[in-house]
Antibody, heavy 113, light 108 residues
Framework: QVQLQESGPGLVKPSETLSLTCTVS????????WSWIRQPPGKGLEWIAY???????NYNPSLKSRVTVSVDTSKSQFSLKLSSVTAADTAVYYC???????WGQGTLVTVSS | ETVLTQSPGTLSLSPGERATLSCRAS???????LGWYQQKPGQAPRLLIY???SRATGIPDRFSGSGSGTDFTLTISRLEPEDFAVYYC?????????FGQGTKLEIK
């Protein structure tokens, strides 16, 4: 069964860019699409974006102006960049297979100076 | 954007009882692309039900999903101690994908 693991800095300064990578193992990244989802502490879930292995993307309009997702099939990885972050972007960030069939364990990113 | 409203916000039941959770959409969910997730503290959500009524791999048959259009239900036939958690619905039929606000299932 496919497994996912998020990696990246746990602390980002306001106005800077949050960058995370998700590594896929136990299966091929060249299948279907892959998502990023976040959850602020104590709150609900928000879908951020997805990317097909071909590079086709779909973004949540609420974040579209600040988000970029990319895929590197040679490394079995896909990535998230969120620019101009504020405290409101503090959350656990999850990567997932498809709409949410399988999830990574999540990584807490705190935006603070 | 399709808004999903879950009810109740909190459900207090005892082990062995039946739980019924509701998810109502602001517009019809395309092709019944509606999923249910269970989330326990400190853990990632786990997919229970996809396409409104299909159980995900390894999910016990006490979990069932039903509904179409704008009204969906997750039923847990007989609650086990490990079922007490937060449950979310999600629609993935139209972009942006959206989640309900969650129902907390707590031990009475």
């Amino acid at each position: 069964q496919v497994q996912l693991q998020e990696s990246g800095p746990g602390l980002v300064k306001p106005s800077e860019t949050l960058s995370l990578t998700c590594t896929v193992s136990g299966g091929s990244i060249r299948t279907y699409y892959w998502s990023w989802i976040r959850q602020p502490p104590g709150k609900g879930l928000e879908w951020i974006a997805y990317i097909y292995y071909t590079g086709i993307t779909n973004y949540n309009p609420s974040l579209k102006s600040r988000v970029t997702v990319s895929v590197d099939t040679s490394k079995s990885q896909f990535s998230l960049k969120l620019s101009s972050v504020t405290a409101a972007d503090t959350a656990v960030y999850y990567c997932a297979y498809s709409y949410g069939v399988t999830w990574g364990q999540g990584t807490l990113v705190t935006v603070s100076s | 954007e399709t808004v999903l409203t879950q009810s109740p916000g909190t459900l207090s039941l005892s082990p062995g009882e039946r739980a019924t959770l509701s998810c109502r959409a602001s517009q019809s969910v395309s092709s019944s692309y509606l999923g249910w997730y269970q989330q326990k503290p400190g853990q990632a959500p786990r997919l229970l039900i996809y396409d409104a009524s299909s159980r995900a791999t390894g999910i016990p048959d006490r979990f069932s999903g039903s509904g179409s259009g704008t009204d969906f239900t997750l039923t847990i036939s007989r609650l086990e101690p490990e079922d007490f958690a937060v449950y979310y619905c999600q629609q993935y039929g139209s972009s942006p994908y959206t989640f309900g606000q969650g129902t907390k299932l707590e031990i009475k």
